[in-house]
């Protein structure tokens, strides 16, 4: 019987301006030398969606995205996709544990560490070591962390971490630090015991034209950076309340119910039962502890409310829409990054925003997508704002008003989380359960994954 070995042929870091960051060779069965990162980023300028896996003259092209990255590898072996989807998100990670974050410009200033982890990581294009613990000793070079300022609005862009926001405040960059630290960290007693907790709910919602809400799903996970060192144990105490099953009832407002629950391996559950406490040992670096998932009827009522109302003008062929947005929040409550696309007819010619309060507030036209976009940086709970656009089109007719259909909302939120599950306590012990003494951190956020209203 033949047995198929998984065994890569090339791995590489590009970037979606078209530069190769990191290129490894391990077999000349595969593409021709230094090839296969140019014929995979040709592809991509040739081809808007692209599939995690490709087959292009019979070597297998995987990979996936990370903010503006693209991780590659090759293969001609037979082994399933997915083991090497789970390979490159695992190198992904150790790059994030090891360099801080990932991004272009860490990939450029760890290139000599980058390549001395997959020198470990990958022997003759065979996948070795995959535990940042167990690769610790090997790694003799030294992180350089990025130093720039980020936004305080800014809540879980494209590269954010976490970020302290209830036991204690941190500075918004601690944890793109490095899990393996410098020299001086080694002999700095303590000063790299910390854990950071996120608990992150992506939200997706569909309200047909009437405000009647046709979808509205949340998927949440629960992740942790942990620079412990001493393996402590990990008390982590979820809602009391919190109830699993999609036939669980729970009042509007009252309780947690999750459809779907998902834990990592290690987690211990004696006590979850009774109490709703979670019990495991993190290694250090990053984990996902729980993913869950919720539908139907929330528990919270959804965070943005939006009003419209359309007029025809046929002789001046000229369609005007005004939009009124509440964010119905509490009002100690706030989204950031607050993003309106709205989809305009194709043979629109120009486009004129008028904007009630343009205080912290701009709108934007782009010609090529035919799309309006209406930003502002943060709105308060209980806060309304509004927009009026008159659209000029080359010919106003029935079909052209139809084109106008839809509305998409992107936001973040920050200390909000529409389920209502929330981290009761996080207590750490040392191997003689003595209390043990460290940093943490705990954030909870709401982001959108899709958030449409459609407009007819």
Request: some cysteine; aromatic content about 8%.
């Amino acid at each position: 019987m033949e047995c198929f070995h998984p065994r890569i042929s090339t791995f590489s870091i590009v970037s979606m301006r078209g530069e190769i960051l990191v290129n490894k060779i391990y077999s000349k069965d595969g593409p021709p030398r230094n090839d296969a990162a140019s014929i995979f980023l040709d592809y991509v300028k040739k081809t808007k969606d692209i599939a995690p896996v490709l087959e292009l003259e019979n070597v297998k092209y995987i990979h996936i995205k990370c903010s503006s990255l693209f991780f590659v590898l090759t293969t001609i072996s037979e082994t399933s996709p997915f083991f090497y989807l789970e390979l490159l998100n695992r190198i992904k990670g150790l790059c994030k544990d090891f360099c801080g974050v990932v991004c272009e410009e860490a990939i450029c200033l760890n290139f000599s560490l980058i390549h001395e982890l997959l020198d470990e990581v990958i022997d003759g294009g065979v996948p070795q070591l995959m535990s940042t613990q167990a690769l610790k000793p090997y790694i003799q070079g030294e992180a350089v962390a990025i130093k720039h300022e980020r936004p305080n609005s800014a809540v879980f862009g494209i590269g954010a971490s976490l970020f302290g926001t209830e036991m204690s405040s941190a500075s918004l960059n601690s944890v793109e630090k490095p899990i393996v630290g410098t020299k001086a960290d080694m002999y700095s007693h303590g000063a790299r015991n910390e854990v950071y907790v996120d608990l992150i709910e992506r939200l997706s919602v569909l309200i047909s034209a009437n405000g009647t809400i046709m979808c509205n799903d949340i998927i949440g996970c629960l992740q942790i950076k942990s620079y412990l060192t001493g393996n402590p144990e990990m008390k982590l105490g979820l809602s009391s309340d919190l109830v699993i099953g999609k036939t669980s009832r729970v009042g509007y407002g009252y309780g947690v119910r999750l459809d779907a629950v998902q834990f990592h391996p290690s987690v211990v559950f004696d006590d979850f039962e009774s109490q709703r406490i979670l019990i495991l040992h993190p290694s250090e670096g990053e984990m996902t502890v729980m993913k869950y998932q919720q539908s139907g009827e929330l528990s919270s009522s959804l965070p943005f409310l939006l009003n419209h109302s359309i007029e025809e003008d046929y002789d001046k062929s000229v369609l005007t829409i005004e939009l009124t947005l509440k964010c119905d929040l509490k009002p100690a409550v706030y989204a950031s990054n607050v993003t309106v696309r709205l989809p305009v007819p194709k043979n629109t010619t120009n486009v004129s925003p008028s904007l009630k309060y343009n205080s912290g507030q701009s709108t934007e036209y782009k010609t090529e997508d035919k799309v309006i976009i209406w930003k502002t940086h943060k709105i308060n709970g209980g806060t309304t704002l509004n927009a009026k656009f008159r659209i000029h089109v080359s010919n106003l007719i029935k079909a052209t008003q139809l084109e106008l259909n839809q509305i998409s909302i992107e936001f973040e939120i920050a200390d909000c989380l529409l389920s209502n599950l929330q981290i009761a306590f996080l207590k750490l012990f040392d191997p003689h359960h003595h209390a043990f003494v460290s940093r943490r951190w705990i954030r909870n956020v709401t982001i959108t994954d899709s958030y449409v209203f459609r407009l007819r």
